[in-house]
């Protein structure tokens, strides 16, 4: 009997760090899809429109703690999902936790190939501790479009 509980035990505990596994693949593709969508939003209603509504907390492009942010290739906040009151300010200087800059990391990820993911610490809006993120970012045309993951 003993046996057979450690069993169900070890199995219970393998199907959990699965689905905590696929929560966080799931995460990453709701990242990209929001990616994809205000890429396709700024194609059709422009930019000023657009950052209007990625600006909006309430809107269409933010999602508990997930939120588009646009920033220009100087590092330059266009728009902000979750921190409005940082359009027009630079955030190419400010370091992380660990002393690295978000942006640097950003930039990095999109003049490789145009996409792609940067990882780097900041203050999570919804827990408001320190944590790991990862977003996920696009270049388009001269601004840089991106939404992050909290991750574990």
């Known amino acids: 009997m003993k046996r057979l509980a450690v069993v169900v035990t070890t199995l219970l ?11 966080g693949e799931d995460k990453k593709q709701e990242a990209e899809d929001m990616v994809k969508k205000a890429v396709a939003y700024v194609k059709e209603v422009g930019k000023e429109k657009a950052f209007a509504e990625f600006n909006n907390k309430k809107g269409k492009f933010t999602v508990k ?4 942010f646009v ?14 009151e940082y359009t027009g300010k630079s955030r190419a200087e400010i370091k992380d936790e660990n002393q690295n800059i978000a942006v640097s990391e ?20 919804v827990t408001k501790k320190i944590e790991k993120k990862q977003s996920y970012v696009e270049k388009f045309n001269d601004i840089i479009i991106g939404c992050g993951i909290y991750v574990k």
């Open 65 to 68: 703690d997930r939120y588009i």
């Open 106 to 125: 950003i930039l990095k990820a999109v003049k490789k190939s145009g996409k792609g993911w940067a990882s780097y610490q900041i203050r999570n809006p």
């Open 71 to 84: 920033i220009d290739m100087k590092g330059v906040t266009l728009a902000n999902g979750q921190y409005p």
């Open 13 to 23: 505990l393998i199907i959990s760090m699965t689905v905590v596994s696929y929560a």
